[in-house]
């Protein structure tokens, strides 16, 4: 128990375990539990169920994902990233009474993470670890996900409170944890605190400890809003809570256009493959990671199949009589947030949707040396992988680029970082061609192919490479401006030479632009034209102007 509760501690530390370096480090150290288990005391104990079936679907989803990914380098390293939830499920579910030890213990770290999350957000030298937009977001260095952990805290000091033997230091974590929602900002978690409030009361109270339990809550909610006052924007989030919020209609958006992708790629794009594709979809100006939706996310990432395990595992978990009221309510908020966010792309959210899960067929097997052989062997490989993939992520996210994609050339994020510094035609063509070798989906190496190849003074390839890129970025509109502007440059210099047909090919290409744009204008949803972000699909007056002007001087 002591080893999982500290993995608990450490991955929520280092930013909730977000990072693949983390999940690296955490596979890698659950692999050695795991095989302490089977190796020396030749047994191990865990819940044969639905539950472990799905964790290691899923995995196997994103493992298989990688021989049609959109990037099979970067789906590898989705493997080593949630290898650690069917590590960490076969660990755990073992340990009934312990498990319920390390459920009763998150009250206590959401209130230490809190407060020194706090302190160091009054600190600019921190600030950036702990706070997004003077909105606190705990280790997890994203507000929204920490705020659902600290509701989770919140629910679980309520539903432990006894009004005939008050315990004063739950009601501290009880405080620390409405302190931590407000604080946070997030509107999403606010509401469903609402929720949870009243399901508990509901579940555990009646009559007058109802209303007193609401007015008794209400007040330590005044108070601290009193307090968050002082923070500029806090309370106006708050106040600005509607169905037209622009991040509202921008979720929804997401998985408008995610839809059709998960209907044409049923068996998923790889990790990653989201990001990469979705500005040749989308139908809005956005860039995203997640798609703030976990059902979609896994439907997008590893496919419909490891997606119909998980779901069916933690409903579950939800529906079923053996659960206990308090595991249905975390379940249920947890399953509500992560409809709106990307909560378990945090390892240690996903550890803590374990802990409540409803675990059945628990049995002891032993270990048979040709299993331990096979698993050992299995192990081992998933240990190199992680090492690999860990060290290269914690290069590329120190930017220290280089060296990230010599550890592991299938990183294709810090091959793109080392595009966007490659400041020779040379380097830069190298690299994208190394990048377009694995992944045809983004659009910013044949971006730096076009501009390779005008620096070889081959207009024809510029252009073409020029148009994938567009083709790829629809949204881009500094893309046709620079497209507009060499082909104007080149169009000066044909009419210096008196080649007619390279003015006509410049001023040809330079008329379809306004065309492109308008066929973007189309492709817009009213979604599209709701959030803050609204595409620009129009040249400016000085532009189109200066394409007049190539027609008037071509036929003169």
């Known amino acids: 128990m002591l080893i999982l509760m500290t993995c608990i501690v450490i991955v929520g530390i280092l ?15 659950l692999t050695g539990v795991l095989f302490y288990r089977m190796y020396v005391k030749k047994r191990i104990t865990a819940a044969w169920d639905l539950n472990m079936a799905a964790f290691a679907v899923l995995v196997f989803g994103y493992l298989l994902s990688c021989l049609w990914a959109v990037d099979s380098g970067m789906a590898l390293m989705g493997v080593v990233k949630f290898l650690p939830l069917l590590l960490f499920y076969v660990l755990v579910s073992g340990l009934t009474d312990e498990r319920e030890k390390m459920i009763a213990s998150l009250p206590m770290l959401g209130c230490l993470m809190t407060a020194f999350s706090f302190v160091m957000m009054q600190f600019e030298v921190f600030e950036q670890w702990v706070s997004v937009a003077g909105r606190l977001s705990g280790f997890f260095q994203y507000p929204n996900t920490y705020a659902l952990f600290m509701l989770i ?8 409170f006894d009004y005939k033997k008050i315990d004063w230091l739950d009601i501290v974590y009880g405080v620390a944890a409405v302190f931590g929602i407000i604080m946070s900002g997030s509107r999403t978690v606010f509401v469903l605190t609402a929720v949870a409030v009243i399901w508990v009361f509901a579940a555990k109270s009646s009559g007058k400890k109802v209303i007193i339990s609401v007015l008794a809550a209400g007040a330590v909610v005044a108070v601290i809003l009193a307090v968050a ?3 500029a924007g806090i309370l106006e989030r708050f106040t600005n809570i509607s169905f037209g919020a622009s991040t509202f209609l921008g979720r929804i958006l997401y998985v408008q256009d995610a839809l059709p992708l998960i209907l044409k790629h049923p068996f998923g794009l790889g990790y990653y493959g989201y990001y990469f594709i979705q500005q040749s ?5 956005y860039t995203v990671v997640n798609a703030h939706n976990e059902l979609i996310q896994i439907l997008l990432d590893a496919g419909v199949i490891p997606a119909v395990f998980m779901g069916a595992a933690v409903l579950r978990s939800v529906f079923t009589k053996r659960t206990q009221s308090r595991n249905r309510i975390v379940l249920s908020i947890m399953i509500l947030h992560s409809l709106f966010d990307y909560d378990f792309q945090f390892l240690a959210m996903g550890f803590v949707l374990i802990l409540f899960l409803d675990m059945r067929n628990i049995k002891t097997q032993k270990v048979p040396v040709l299993t331990g052989t096979v698993v050992g062997l299995t192990g081992a490989a998933a240990a190199a992988l992680s090492i690999m993939c860990g060290v290269s992520d914690v290069c ?17 994020m810090a091959q793109l970082a080392l595009l966007t510094k490659a400041d020779k035609a040379e380097e830069m063509k190298a690299i994208a061609e190394k990048v377009i070798v694995d992944n045809q989906s983004v659009s910013l190496p044949y971006s730096a192919l076009a501009q390779a190849a005008f620096a070889d003074g081959d207009v024809e390839q510029f252009t073409e490479y020029k148009l994938k890129a567009i083709e790829l970025a629809p949204y881009q509109y500094e893309e046709y401006e620079n497209y507009l502007e060499v082909l104007v440059y080149c169009n000066d210099l044909y009419h210096q030479m008196g080649d007619k047909d390279g003015v006509r090919f410049c001023v040809e290409k330079a008329e379809e632009i306004p065309k492109m744009l308008e066929q973007v204008k189309e492709n817009t949803s009213a979604l599209g034209w709701k959030i803050v972000d609204r595409p620009q699909v129009t040249l400016s007056h000085e532009n189109l102007e200066i394409i007049e002007d190539m027609r008037r001087r071509m036929d003169e």
């Open 229 to 231: 006052a002082g923070s």
């Open 153 to 160: 805290c919140l629910i679980l000091v309520m539903w432990r």
């Open 15 to 29: 930013g909730g375990g977000y990072y693949v370096s983390v999940s690296a480090v955490t596979g890698i150290v």
């Open 396 to 412: 590329y996210t120190s930017g220290n680029y280089k060296a990230a994609e010599k550890v592991y050339s299938g990183n294709t």
């Open 281 to 285: 979809v989308q139908t809005g100006v």
